[in-house]
């Protein structure tokens, strides 16, 4: 029994490296992804942009990281393919550099879907690979997943002060490097996952896969549908900053662009504390409580903002984001719950949704900046967060998540 017991705990074990590795090839491809937001002041400058063909880069990227992802993720729910993440990251890189070199705005793009594309392909199975490695823990395990994409996408507008503006355009392809680190974790990654998967005893997988009853299909879709409200919701606010908020600092305040990419920074490394705080207490608590309050809960902070001066401005972006970011993990953690045994599928179709919808929201946005200006975008958004009441109608699910921590 001694034995037995061992062999049973041994992989939940082991997994924790393997969780570790995943953010930290998490951190690397958003890394590379947010570096194409943070360098819009220079492309806007060097290639004459307005703020829609801006909102256009934003879309393109986007909406080419969202249209292969549930495609991926049905696929490799049934067919496993955990090097799949390799080849990912080699779009990424051929995106990077034709970034760097890009003669055109036509180019330009096309470099954006390769970078989507290649985020496409690794958030699926990097996805279901952290939920199977969760040992039972299912929002820690996709927190610490968070955290390392969270914090990879703050690090963008940072590099891109102290690296890109003085350097210019072409030493995106300095970056070539992390994407090259970023493929030989991945191949450790997938081999040690797969190593450990195999020593998992078959008791133990019988369990892992196991449900409780679930709503019947009606309230599902149901509840899938205000999910996906309450996701556009967010990424829309988010998209405001992500995209435009170096801009609204220069023209409101007239700092400079360094110091603009700094509190770009500040706002989006807040992220990396809200997502792994939303995965734990969502374990303990239950989903609905944190999506309840990680949308509607920022509101009287979005309402504040746009009349703020800029030492405000810096601390009411971090709080207000700290909140809002605690949203996804328990958003995609709840959508798994609903539909067991698809976790491709939903975290390509949760992920790839969560960067079509902000890419249309940069979209829209940009246009309206143009025509209303930045500022008035900035109070129109503040009261996005007012969906988060449609919170109020999702089903209970009565399982760990709940509250109670699964057992060992």
């Given at each position: 029994?001694?034995?037995?017991?061992?062999?049973?705990?041994?992989?939940?074990?082991?997994?924790?490296?393997?969780?570790?590795a995943l953010s930290v090839t998490h951190l690397l491809n958003d890394m590379i992804q947010s570096l194409i937001p943070a360098t819009y002041p220079i492309i806007k400058e060097a290639y004459r942009l307005d703020f829609?063909?801006?909102g256009l880069i934003t879309l393109t990227f986007q909406v080419s990281a969202s249209l292969l992802q549930p495609a991926v993720g049905l696929y490799t729910d049934k067919h496993p393919m955990p090097y799949s993440m390799v080849v990912g990251m080699g779009f990424t890189l051929a995106g990077l550099i034709g970034l760097s070199y890009a003669g055109s705005y036509g180019f330009l793009l096309l470099s954006a879907a390769c970078v989507g594309i290649g985020s496409s392909i690794f958030h699926p199975e990097a996805t279901r690979m952290a939920r199977n490695a969760s040992g039972g823990q299912h929002g820690f395990a996709q927190g610490i997943f968070q955290v390392g994409g969270q914090t990879g996408g703050a690090l963008g507008p940072l590099l891109a002060a102290f690296i890109i503006v003085p350097r210019g355009q072409g030493s995106?392809?300095?970056?070539?490097?992390?994407?090259?680190?970023?493929?030989m974790l991945m191949i450790w990654t997938a081999s040690s996952y797969a190593r450990l998967d195999r020593a998992r005893p078959p008791k133990a997988a019988a369990a892992r896969s196991a449900a409780p009853a679930?709503?019947?299909?009606?309230?599902?879709?149901?509840?899938?549908t205000i999910l996906i409200v309450l996701l556009f919701s967010k990424n829309a606010y988010t998209a405001s900053f992500t995209s435009f908020y170096t801009f609204y600092l220069i023209g409101k305040f007239g700092i400079s662009v360094q110091n603009s990419q700094v509190m770009l920074f500040l706002f989006l490394a807040?992220?990396?504390?809200?997502?792994?705080?939303?995965?734990?207490?969502g374990d303990r608590i239950g989903r609905n409580k944190i999506i309840w309050f990680s949308i509607l809960g920022a509101l009287p902070f979005t309402l504040i903002l746009p009349y703020a001066d800029l030492f405000w401005t810096g601390v009411l972006t971090i709080v207000i984001n700290l909140i809002m970011s605690s949203a996804f993990a328990a958003i995609l953690i709840y959508a798994l719950e609903l539909l067991p045994g698809r976790v491709g599928l939903v975290g390509g179709f949760f992920?790839?949704?969560?960067?079509?919808?902000?890419?249309?929201?940069?979209?829209?946005?940009?246009?309206?900046?143009d025509l209303l200006g930045i500022e008035t975008v900035y109070r129109i958004c503040s009261f996005i967060p007012m969906v988060g009441l449609l919170a109020w109608f999702l089903p209970r699910l009565n399982d760990t998540a709940a509250g109670a921590r699964p057992a060992h």
């Open positions: 029994m001694t034995t037995s017991a061992q062999t049973a705990s041994l992989p939940q074990r082991a997994m924790m490296p393997v969780l570790i829609g063909q801006i995106l392809a300095w970056f070539s490097v992390a994407a090259l680190v970023a493929m679930r709503p019947g299909r009606r309230s599902v879709a149901f509840a899938i807040s992220s990396a504390v809200g997502a792994l705080g939303g995965g734990m207490l992920y790839g949704l969560s960067f079509g919808l902000g890419g249309l929201a940069a979209a829209l946005l940009g246009e309206f900046a």
